[in-house]
């Protein structure tokens, strides 16, 4: 069997990647509606960041790596305050309101928002077919805040602060896809969640006085939550994506509530209701219908990278006629 060439074996690195990513994050879920109940939606934030910037300032002084290049700041700067920072403050307090699952489905709202903002700052294309899904993956958000809205405001509360970290997510996506371009993953998430932990120093006293008070069980998810999904998850997510696309990275994580609804059950007990899970399915079948491309367009892609497509009848007989020329005739 022959090696895979260069390209594919990146091609799978990053696919890999983003699996470990998907894994984790969705695990991140349910750690936070377990920590979170005895830490505030800031203390936890702030013990999540600084666990895992420890985490990723050991494996960068084990692997010499240094600042990153000025070019990339700016990304960095943008990313780790509205994602590393602002989007786990709110994503915590969500989740203090509504269940794993539901927080899941909400913020995978998320993509859409990366397509838009892609097109708008990175110049990425937005097909009739992305638009279509975008509506459709609008009416699932509306469904499953609809179907929250039954155990009285803060409910609603919750799912909007879900839609606010949703919002955060995706800016902090778009903003860390050019900064990729000069440094590093490990320098990109290192240097993120730094920025992350000082934005959330104003808690330090929320975490301190939780440290002392919080049973020993959610002190580990928090220090899991900053190893895992944040130093791992936070690396391997930003290897991907600088090898893809941000619209195709962020369509990667409509896994993930799925994943949680699973976990969810497994360990919290939680399952969203039935329309709840509707506007679940409906946000990924917008997905769905976003990310398909026609067949003649995919084909002329594949073409253009020089891939095999599958050869008609009259190709194959004219493979065959040529293979049996003399060498000569063949050149």
């Given amino acids: 069997m022959m090696n895979a060439s260069p390209a594919r074996r990146t091609e799978l690195l990053a696919a890999g990647a983003a699996v470990v990513t998907v894994v984790l994050w969705a695990s991140a879920f349910v750690s936070i ?10 203390a936890l934030a702030l013990g999540r960041l ?3 910037t420890l985490a990723l300032g050991v494996l960068c002084a084990v692997r010499r ?13 943008v990313s780790g305050v509205v994602w590393f920072g602002f989007y786990m403050v709110a994503l915590n307090w969500a989740e203090q309101r509504v269940d794993a699952g539901t927080a899941a489905l909400v913020v995978n709202v998320g993509p859409i928002l990366i397509a838009l903002l892609g097109n ?7 097909p009739p077919r992305l ?23 803060s409910s609603v509360l919750g799912v909007v602060m879900c839609l606010l970290a949703a919002v955060a997510y995706a800016a902090g996506v778009v903003a860390q896809k050019p900064a990729l371009g000069s440094a590093s993953p490990l320098q990109v998430t290192t240097f993120g969640c730094l920025v992350g932990a000082l934005g959330c120093l104003p808690f330090t006293g929320q975490l301190v ?3 002392v008070d919080a049973p020993v069980s959610a ?7 900053g190893v895992f999904p944040t130093a791992l998850a936070f690396t391997t997510w930003a290897y991907a994506l600088a090898r893809t696309t941000a619209s195709r990275m962020g369509a990667t994580t409509y896994a993930v509530p799925a994943l949680v609804v699973l976990m969810s ?6 399952v969203p209701g039935l329309l709840t899970l509707a506007g679940g399915l409906l946000c990924l079948a917008g997905v769905a219908v976003s990310r398909s491309r026609p067949r003649t367009r995919v084909d002329g892609e594949l073409r253009a990278r020089g891939a095999e497509l599958p050869a008609s009848s009259g190709e194959r007989r004219a493979e065959e006629a040529g293979s049996a020329a003399p060498p000569a005739e063949r050149d």
């Fill in 65 to 77: 790596v240094g600042w990153p290049p000025r070019a990339a700041w700016r990304g960095i700067l």
């Fill in 50 to 52: 600084a666990s895992g």
């Fill in 265 to 270: 059950w497994l360990l919290l007990g939680e």
């Fill in 219 to 225: 002190t580990l998810n928090m220090v899991y939550l």
């Fill in 131 to 153: 638009l279509a899904g975008m509506a459709v993956s609008f009416a699932g958000a509306v469904t499953v805040g609809l179907s929250m809205s039954g155990d009285g405001g």
């Fill in 209 to 211: 006085r939780g440290l």
């Fill in 120 to 126: 708008r700052l990175l110049g990425d294309p937005m």
């Fill in 33 to 42: 509606r377990s920590a979170g109940a005895a830490y505030p939606p800031g």
